[in-house]
T-cell receptor
Framework: DTGVSQNPRHKITKRGQNVTFRCDPI?????LYWYRQTLGQGPEFLTY????????KSRLLSDRFSAERPKGSFSTLEIQRTEQGDSAMYLC??????????????FGSGTRLTVV | SQKIEQNSEALNIQEGKTATLTCNYT??????LQWYRQDPGRGPVFLLL?????KEKRKERLKVTFDTTLKQSLFHITASQPADSATYLC???????????FGGGTRVLVKP
C-alpha cells in the first residue's frame, strides 16, 4: 500500500467553474476525512465518512461543496461554482477506527486549488 | 466554542538545542492529544499520541507532556537537527473516534 493518494496535485480553475478532487485512502482504513488548509493555518475539517456513510459535515461548508465515497473506497470532493475564496490546499486523510483504540491519521499530499 | 492555540510565531533554534512548542486549549476537556509534523506542500504526518493519564510520552528525540490542569501540552525536540525544520500541529480530542480539530501550527527552523 502506498499510502493516501490524492489527484490532481494542482488545479487551476476559473471562477464559476466546477472542480472535482479524488482521494484513494489506505485500503484497510474505514474512515476518510476531508480538510482544507490555507497558508499559515492548520487544517480545517470539512467532512468525514465511516465506510460509505457521510457522518458529519462542517457547518462552515457551503452547499456548493459535496463529497461522496461510493462503496466505501475512494472519495471525491466536488466544488461547484468556484469562488476565489475556495483557493486552498484540500487534504484527504484516512484512519482505522476501532472501539477503544486511537490511531493517527494518514494524510495525502493534498490538492492545491487556485481559483483565478 | 473550543479553541486551540499554538504560537504562530516561528521558532528559530540553533542545531543541537532543544525546541519547545506549546499547545493550549480552552472550553473543552480532551482525553487525548496528537501531534503532527507538516512539511511545505505536504500533508501532516502523525508523530505521537498522548493520553490524559500518561503525563509524558517519548519517541526518539521527541517528548510530549500533557497537563490537563493547565490545559496545555508541550512538545520538545531534543538535540534538534536542520531536518527537524517543519511546522508542528497539535490536535486535542475528547474520545476515540472523534474527528480531529487542529491548532494553527508552529513553524520550527533549526539553523546549522
Amino acid at each position: 500500500d502506498t499510502g493516501v493518494s490524492q489527484n490532481p496535485r494542482h488545479k487551476i480553475t476559473k471562477r464559476g467553474q466546477n472542480v472535482t478532487f479524488r482521494c484513494d485512502p489506505i485500503s484497510e482504513h474505514n474512515r476518510l476525512y476531508w480538510y482544507r488548509q490555507t497558508l499559515g493555518q492548520g487544517p480545517e475539517f470539512l467532512t468525514y465518512f465511516q465506510n460509505e456513510a457521510q457522518l458529519e459535515k462542517s457547518r462552515l461548508l457551503s452547499d456548493r461543496f459535496s463529497a461522496e465515497r461510493p462503496k466505501g473506497s475512494f472519495s471525491t470532493l466536488e466544488i461547484q461554482r468556484t469562488e476565489q475564496g475556495d483557493s486552498a490546499m484540500y487534504l484527504c486523510a484516512s484512519s482505522l477506527d476501532r472501539v477503544g483504540v486511537n490511531y493517527g491519521y494518514t494524510f495525502g499530499s493534498g490538492t492545491r486549488l487556485t481559483v483565478v | 466554542s473550543q479553541k486551540i492555540e499554538q504560537n504562530s510565531e516561528a521558532l528559530n533554534i540553533q542545531e543541537g538545542k532543544t525546541a519547545t512548542l506549546t499547545c493550549n486549549y480552552t472550553n473543552y476537556s480532551p482525553a487525548y492529544l496528537q501531534w503532527y509534523r507538516q512539511d511545505p506542500g505536504r500533508g501532516p504526518v502523525f508523530l505521537l499520541l498522548i493520553r490524559e493519564n500518561e503525563k509524558e510520552k517519548r519517541k526518539e528525540r521527541l517528548k510530549v507532556t500533557f497537563d490537563t490542569t493547565l490545559k496545555q501540552s508541550l512538545f520538545h525536540i531534543t538535540a534538534s537537527q536542520p531536518a527537524d525544520s517543519a511546522t508542528y500541529l497539535c490536535a486535542p480530542f475528547k474520545a476515540a473516534g472523534n474527528k480531529l480539530t487542529f491548532g494553527g501550527g508552529t513553524r520550527v527552523l533549526v539553523k546549522p
